[in-house]
């Protein structure tokens, strides 16, 4: 199982960036998939996740109304669109399986950085 996530950099508070995130080494249409978040010196925490469609899908009240999160399952793939960025939306981002293990199967993060 590998998770490989992409699209991370540097913008401007109040800009756009979209995440994606590509699974292979299985099917992963039956699972939940999930986007997290590391600030320096913080834990990571939730950010969303999304069940089947983007009508299933559970944000954290930090990023409500501005991120949307969304898959292709024929491309095996779950995506982050981060709108009006704030400065303390800048961490480490990890996308993530839900239900294969006990735990959240997490891929290899990728950094955005907000600018105020």
């Known amino acids: 199982v590998q998770l490989q996530a992409s699209g991370g950099g540097l913008v401007q508070a109040g800009g756009s960036l979209g995440l994606s995130c590509a699974a292979s080494?299985?099917?992963?249409?039956?699972?939940?998939m999930a986007w997290f978040r590391q600030a320096p010196g913080k834990e990571r925490e939730f950010v969303a996740s999304?069940?089947?469609?983007?009508?299933?899908?559970y944000y954290a009240d930090s990023v409500k109304g501005r991120f949307t999160i969304s898959r292709d399952n024929a491309k095996n793939t779950v995506y982050l669109q981060m709108n009006n960025l704030k400065p303390e939306d800048t961490g480490v981002y990890y996308c993530?399986?839900?239900?294969?293990?006990?735990?959240?199967?997490y891929g290899q993060g990728t950094q955005v950085t907000v600018s105020s």
């Open positions: 993530a399986i839900l239900g294969l293990k006990p735990q959240p199967t």
């Open positions: 999304i069940r089947d469609s983007v009508d299933n899908t």
């Open positions: 080494g299985r099917t992963f249409s039956n699972y939940v």
